[in-house]
């Protein structure tokens, strides 16, 4: 099956600095990439849709100058979260979708990064 | 090494009947698991959960059965609704620190 990676895997950083995070599919190339943020026990939050070649789109709420999505290549998809704060610390976790699903549905999902910023 | 698996990759059942999905997973650190429910073409959307204290957790059609012993949970939904199609993605939480997407399981509900 397709797999999907994410590096790193945990980070942890102090406030105000920038981290980035790649999420890559390892044997497929993903016209769309999403990423989301999983909350203790709550709902996976879709934060941005990110297609190769252009801006992410993003949801509703979500900063787009604080959370940076660049989808440079069909394989590769960075979330970068600048000036992190403790409030950023979460799980964030990237999936791919296979070019050939016109409907997206067929999600494959990565490890997912915990970041803590202190 | 998938540590959260879901080895039916589709599901039929006629609508009305009872829809039952299936995941298994390795790890016993897992102490929280979730269900998730996808339309195409949106995100997943949180179903219904349950903590590794308890073995059934139910919300109106949606029951999660879990057995620890068997490291194994299964998702009931009945009556099943055509509405109900969609791909379902079991997830596993060690203590809020990961979580674990399953590859999910596509359901058809036939009227």
């Known amino acids: 099956g397709a797999v999907v990676s994410q590096h790193p895997s945990r980070v942890i950083c102090k406030s105000g600095t920038s981290v980035k995070i790649e999420c890559r599919s390892l044997?497929?190339?993903?016209?769309?990439m999403f990423w989301y943020r999983q909350f203790p026990k709550k709902s996976l939050m879709l934060m941005a849709t990110?297609?190769?070649?252009?801006?992410?789109?993003?949801e509703q709420g979500v900063e787009k100058d604080k959370f940076l999505i660049n989808h440079a290549s069909l394989t590769l998809s960075t979330l970068t979260v600048t000036s992190a704060h403790p409030e950023d610390s979460s799980f964030y976790i990237c999936?791919?979708?296979?070019?050939?699903?016109?409907?997206?549905?067929?999600?494959?999902f990565g490890p997912g990064t915990r970041l803590t910023v202190l | 090494d998938q540590q959260v698996k879901q080895n039916s990759p589709s599901l039929s059942v006629q609508e009305g009947r009872i829809s039952i999905l299936n995941c298994d997973y390795t790890?016993?650190?897992?102490?929280?698991f979730l269900w998730y429910k996808k339309y195409p073409a949106e995100g997943p959307t949180f179903l219904i959960s349950?903590?590794?204290?308890?073995d059934k957790n139910e919300d109106g059609r949606f029951t999660v059965f879990l057995n620890k012993s068997a490291k194994h949970l299964s998702l009931h939904i009945v009556p099943s609704q055509p509405g109900d199609s969609a791909v379902y993605f079991c997830?596993?939480?060690?203590?809020?620190?990961?979580?674990?997407f399953g590859p999910g399981t596509r359901l058809s509900v036939l009227p």
């Open positions: 790890n016993s650190m897992f102490d929280y």
């Open positions: 044997d497929f190339q993903a016209t769309t």
């Open positions: 997830a596993a939480s060690d203590y809020g620190q990961n979580f674990v």
């Open positions: 349950i903590s590794s204290i308890k």
């Open positions: 999936s791919a979708s296979l070019p050939s699903s016109e409907t997206y549905n067929e999600q494959f």
């Open positions: 990110s297609n190769e070649g252009s801006k992410a789109t993003y």
